[in-house]
């Protein structure tokens, strides 16, 4: 049980006496997160437990804005943090009766086996190299109570995977560390293995066939950090040539393929869904771009209430010490219509690029970096012999015109490990096979 | 801050659970953060002064408390860490195959250690924050009319830590510290600040507009073009700072090609240093409750050694440089205070020395190193020097070179000290440097 007392009435109560003007925005966040580790072999520690347990308490008023957390979880701790964020003693709160529940069991066995699962996987494509792999299961569980509102207790349960190689790092989320798994990592560690080797291609504009995985990557840096409430200058840091360029975006039909993409955390995977927001705020299904056209963007309560068309709903955070953000969980590209057969001969002549291991989206030019750790020529119709490191580098309205052809393979998977602001979270992603038919390439890593 | 009694009754009793050995470690600490950020720009012309009501505000105070023990022998072992204090019948899990090193307390002369006399004042306040940015907006504005701080983070945090081990380490030490970031613009001309103190007080506002300004001033597009700084360049120290951040892993593990460099230049000495006097991350013990103190790494050109933990040195005493960022990490080797010693050269004189050249004031952007070839990248702001003066801006330029050619170019060094805060703090004078290029953006 995760809470065994959370008296949710008197919180609610308590907080409403500190939000006590017209248009405060207020909400209390109890959190519990369980991280396990089994590191690698050659490890100076074993199996790593963290168990996490607070809350935070927040104000937030016209320009500005109270946090006060704490790393307990007691109705007096919590009376000790809405004192801090309304800077005054208010006489009258009680203090609610909170308890924590019982700790939660961690699947040892599934972190314990998935290192000799993958390597029987490897050793199925008759290869073996060094690797040291860490298998993490996370779960973190959220209770939100407002002064009006108490939803539901949202929880998120997952596998983080990372290998360090002797040519790279790798890493993966997963939801569960079923047969397929293993399998799947193995693909992509034997690739880059194979491309270790590999000279990486030539610099100059190419076409390129982006897989799913790689597509997750590109949606998160070039559409989800684009179209962040708090990154467009709704609130500060305005910069007028990046409002330039994503008003080119929605201001003119796209010349290549029309890209919808929607950000909804309730479509994330199973065990990741989310049906509310750190910020207790129900998400919603919400386009981005619909049909080439940039229509909605991802909007925390803080930047929902100060604009007439932003809607709430995409408030996450990183932690109790740490405010939420406007952040997506989900993205999902919806599929087009392209078979393999027809994407590989739109990027004939270009490059294959089946994962992209980091990016990352200038705020200031809009312009987005992503790196390919491998990719491989794409030469008569099929993928033919592997390069190395390379970049990919466009401004984002570019690279969204620059779309040419859209696969009907839709994957869910995890999109990897958001850092913004400094704020680690897992995002998620259920995207095809993209074409762009024309992006720069820089050989190795500037 | 001593150990609780929780912690010492549960390493009394682990050996009888069977983990002979153990270590617990206890942190508790507290921060106050504020975040401004500037709304809209007045109209230029119009010398209207952005007031605190231009800007939003957002206030953080975190109060933190956690703790995390290491047990098992040479066989197994595992780590479990959590949030509150340390709790004597707290249940273990099964412990995985992996070899668990303590370390074995260490005694010997040390340098006395001295705290903070005012440790236990009061953290930054919203005041004493608002006060430093509205201060550093109207020291800039004096002599740039139109600029303006467009973002701000201030951040100020102190902590205490208390360890014991069934091997006998017994220690307990405190650490304050305050970061600040800013972002300031002058029409199309942009750029960042980031520094470490250990007290928010220490920051000058007056000192930091008129660096934020010199870099605006020098990032003014140049009339002739660039590109024709001469054989030698001037660095200052923070940008000489920043340079010796992109050296470190040469200097750092045991896989660190320090000593395949070569002779380096005879004007440097770096010196890694947990207990440096005044230093932001200055503590007398490391992550594992280790005694701190200086390594010499480089001593006048010539490479001594690695900065190395004490296992990887097989036992051999060596200052304690483990890192425990908190309760929920695992110490880890890192450098604290990784700097390039200082001469007695004041800047002028550098300046006067170099005759013609490129005086360059800071970093504009990361530097990017290609780890293969140790070749460098780096945007900057700088001043053209004829005759000894600082006559010019440069406009937007890089400084390019290889790390080798960084350290054996190094002909003179200032007196001016500045550490610049990264994984770690790095720090560097003002640098005399021969062999790298300075070219257009």
């Given at each position: 049980m995760t809470w065994a007392r959370l008296e949710t009435a008197a919180v609610a109560r308590a907080l409403a006496s500190v939000a006590a003007e017209a248009g405060d925005l207020a909400e209390v966040y109890f959190e519990r997160r369980i991280d396990a580790e089994w590191p690698p072999?050659?490890?100076?520690?074993?199996l790593r437990v963290r168990r996490e347990e607070g809350l935070a308490a927040r104000l937030v008023r016209g320009e500005r804005s109270w946090l006060a957390s704490r790393d307990r979880i007691t109705g007096a701790h919590l009376l000790e943090a809405l004192r801090q964020v309304a800077?005054?003693?208010?006489?009258t709160l009680l203090e609610p009766d909170i308890a924590v529940g019982t700790p939660t069991a961690i699947p040892f066995a599934a972190l314990r086996s998935f290192a000799a699962e993958l390597e029987r996987a490897i050793r199925r494509h008759h290869v073996a190299f060094p690797l040291q792999l860490t298998v993490r299961w996370h779960r973190r569980d959220v209770q939100v109570v407002g002064p009006r509102w108490v939803p539901s207790t949202e929880r998120e349960v997952f596998f983080s995977l990372e290998v360090d190689m002797p040519w790279g790092r790798f890493g993966a989320l997963a939801t569960d560390l079923a047969a397929g798994e293993a399998e799947r990592v193995a693909r992509s560690l034997v690739g880059r293995f194979m491309a270790r080797e590999a000279e990486p291609p030539h610099s100059g504009r190419f076409p390129v066939l982006l897989a799913p995985a790689a597509t997750a990557v590109l949606l998160h840096e070039a559409v989800a950090h684009a179209l962040e409430a708090d990154l467009m200058g709704?609130?500060?840091?305005?910069?007028d040539d990046w409002r330039r360029s994503i008003g080119a975006v929605s201001s003119s039909a796209s010349p290549g393929f029309p890209l919808d993409v929607l950000d909804d955390?309730?479509?994330?995977p199973r065990g990741v869904?989310?049906?509310?927001d750190d910020e207790g705020q129900a998400v919603v299904r919400r386009w981005l771009i619909r049909a080439g056209k940039v229509d909605q963007v991802i909007s925390d309560s803080m930047c929902a209430a100060r604009s007439a068309t932003h809607l709430a709903g995409s408030g996450f955070r990183g932690g109790r010490h740490q405010p939420p953000l406007p952040r997506t969980h989900h993205l999902e590209l919806l599929p087009g219509d392209a078979d393999p057969r027809r994407l590989q001969s739109a990027a004939e002549g270009g490059l294959y690029v089946p994962e992209l291991d980091r990016g990352r989206l200038d705020p200031a030019t809009g312009e987005v970096v992503l790196h390919a750790p491998c990719g491989r020529y794409l030469l008569h119709g099929e993928p033919g012999d592997a390069c190395g490191p390379f970049e990919l580098r466009a401004f984002v309205p570019d690279l969204l015109a620059s779309v040419v052809a859209v696969g009907k393979d839709a994957q869910a998977a995890g999109a990897g490990w958001c850092a913004k602001a400094g704020q680690r979270r897992a995002v998620w992603a259920t995207a095809p096979s993209v074409v762009i038919a024309d992006i720069a390439v820089f050989a190795g890593t500037r | 801050m001593n150990s609780s009694p929780g912690a010492e009754a549960l390493l009394a009793d682990l050996p009888n659970r069977g983990f002979p050995e153990a270590e617990i470690y206890e942190k508790r600490g507290r921060s106050r953060r504020f975040v401004a950020t500037s709304k809209e720009s007045p109209?230029?012309?119009?010398?209207?002064e952005a007031g605190p009501e231009s800007r939003s505000l957002a206030q953080a105070s975190a109060s933190e408390e956690g703790w995390a023990v290491r047990a098992g022998d040479r066989r197994r072992s595992l780590f479990h860490a959590a949030t509150g204090s340390a709790e004597a019948a707290l249940q273990l899990v099964d412990p995985s195959p992996h070899p668990l090193l303590l370390p074995d307390p260490q005694t010997g002369p040390l340098d006395p250690w001295r705290e903070?006399?005012?440790?236990?004042s009061a953290l930054v306040n919203e005041t004493g924050a608002s006060q430093l940015f509205q201060a550093i907006e109207r020291e800039m504005r004096k002599e740039l009319?139109?600029?303006?701080?467009v973002a701000a983070d201030f951040e100020e945090g102190s902590a205490e830590s208390a360890l014991l081990s069934t091997r006998g380490v017994r220690a307990a030490w405190r650490t304050r510290a305050a970061a600040l970031r800013l972002e300031v613009r002058d029409g199309d001309r942009g750029c960042r600040f980031e520094g470490a103190e250990s007290?928010?007080?220490?920051?000058?506002p007056l000192a930091l507009a008129r660096r934020l300004v010199d870099r605006l001033c020098a990032l003014e597009p140049r009339r002739a073009a660039a590109?024709?700084?001469?054989p030698v360049v001037l660095i200052a120290a923070p940008l000489a700072a920043r340079l010796i951040q992109a050296c470190a892993p040469l200097f750092?593990?045991?896989?660190?090609r320090g000593a395949a460099l070569?002779?380096?230049?005879?004007?440097i000495t770096l010196i890694d240093d947990g207990?440096?006097?005044?230093?932001?991350?200055?503590?007398?013990?490391d992550g594992e409750g280790l005694p701190s103190g200086p390594v010499t790494l480089v001593e006048t050109g010539r490479f001594v050694r690695s900065l190395l933990a004490w296992w990887e040195t097989?036992?051999?005493?060596?200052p304690g440089c483990a890192?425990?960022?908190?309760?929920r990490d695992l110490p880890r080797r890192a450098p604290t205070h990784l700097y390039l010693l200082p001469s007695q050269t004041g800047v002028a004189e550098l300046v006067e020395s170099v005759g013609a050249g490129a005086y360059l004031l800071d970093a504009e952007g990361p530097v990017r190193?290609?780890?293969?070839?140790l070749a460098f990248d780096v945007a900057v702001s700088g001043l053209e020097i004829v005759a000894g003066r600082a006559v010019a801006p440069l406009g937007a330029v890089r400084l390019c070179g290889d790390l080798k050619a960084l350290l054996t170019g190094i002909r003179q060094l200032g007196r001016d000290l500045q550490f610049v805060p990264g994984d770690g703090m790095f720090g560097a004078p003002s640098l005399v440097v021969e062999g790298l290029r300075v070219l257009p953006l």
């Open positions: 072999a050659e490890a100076r520690c074993g800077r005054a003693q208010p006489a709704e609130i500060g840091g305005m910069d955390p309730r479509r994330a869904d989310r049906t509310t | 109209a230029p012309g119009t010398g209207a903070t006399p005012d440790f236990d009319r139109n600029a303006r701080l007290m928010a007080r220490d920051f000058d590109g024709s700084s001469g750092v593990g045991p896989a660190s070569g002779a380096l230049s005879p004007a207990r440096f006097a005044s230093g932001v991350l200055a503590a007398p013990f097989e036992r051999i005493p060596v890192r425990r960022a908190s309760w190193v290609d780890r293969s070839t």
